[in-house]
């Protein structure tokens, strides 16, 4: 079967992109599991819930998130409405919302998505490592398939934890830098591997946002608000071809679309 992930879509440039393309990738590549990390979907910050229902009519079937996911506060009650959105689930237990989400497929195979962030440079959270530990425990035999989007900043983290979980899920792509990565591979035990998927948006930007403020922030270093860039939009993901009897990919690669 095969996985499609695509990479944190950013802001209107970013949906824009994923509509126009999202059904032509499903129908090509046979796509029987489609997930996307929305954080930024909402103007580069955050995410509401037109905005998360947008993305689940265009045939996205989990929506993963990481430390933006906080950013919009009516995002807060619709967890309780839609558990196909996920928030990192090493975020404190009382917080909206899960961190894992269990499913079927098109092809009626059972699959967990699996949403976790890293704690180097970002919010003092649990330990993602045995947060996983624990949510694998709870899956049952029958679900194989398991994804994980590891949302984090630097590139060891992301490297260890997908060693840690080499053999136990099917594919953990990293999410947070919006700078696509080339390492793509299965790493021995049969986990599929990407340090990072990249941004789905403007790339003629510093990572979705407008390339002039940014300058302008590091030359001055002073407070300033954000815009989301418009040009060179590229979509950016990875294509996962998964066993559904053992779990194990077998298959990774790059998915990149520019727009016309």
């Known amino acids: 079967m095969n996985l499609l992930f695509i990479g944190d879509i950013y802001a209107s440039a970013g949906r824009r992109i994923l509509a126009e393309n999202l059904q032509r990738l499903i129908s090509e590549e046979k796509i029987d599991l489609a997930i996307a990390n929305g954080e930024n979907a909402a103007g580069g910050f955050g995410i509401t819930p037109p905005i998360a229902e947008e993305l ?63 704690r180097v440079h970002l919010p003092a959270l649990d330990c993602p490592f045995r947060t996983a530990d624990a949510l694998l425990r709870t899956l049952p035999a029958e679900v194989k398939v398991i994804f994980v989007d590891f949302h984090a900043e630097v590139t060891s983290e992301k ?13 953990l792509i990293g999410t947070h830098t919006h700078i696509p990565t080339a390492d793509e591979r ?20 510093v990572i979705g946002v407008d390339k002039k403020l940014i300058i302008q922030r590091f030359l001055t270093q002073l407070p300033m608000r954000f815009e989301s860039a418009k040009g060179g939009v590229e979509l950016h993901g990875a294509i996962v071809t998964v066993d559904p009897l053992t779990g194990r990919a077998f298959k990774i690669r790059r998915c990149e679309i520019t727009a016309s």
């Open 56 to 118: 689940l009519s265009l045939g996205i079937d989990v929506i993963t998130t990481g430390n933006h996911v906080w950013d919009k506060r009516e995002i807060y009650d619709h967890f309780a409405r839609q558990p196909r959105l996920l928030r990192p689930a090493n975020y404190a237990a009382e917080l909206p919302g899960s961190g894992l989400y269990q499913g079927v497929a098109r092809n009626g195979v059972p699959f967990a998505v699996l949403n976790l962030q890293g």
């Open 186 to 205: 299965v790493l021995p035990g049969g986990t599929a591997y990407q340090t990072d998927s990249g941004m789905t948006g403007p790339y003629d930007s």
């Open 159 to 171: 490297m260890a934890l997908g060693w840690y979980l080499d053999g136990r899920v099917s594919a």
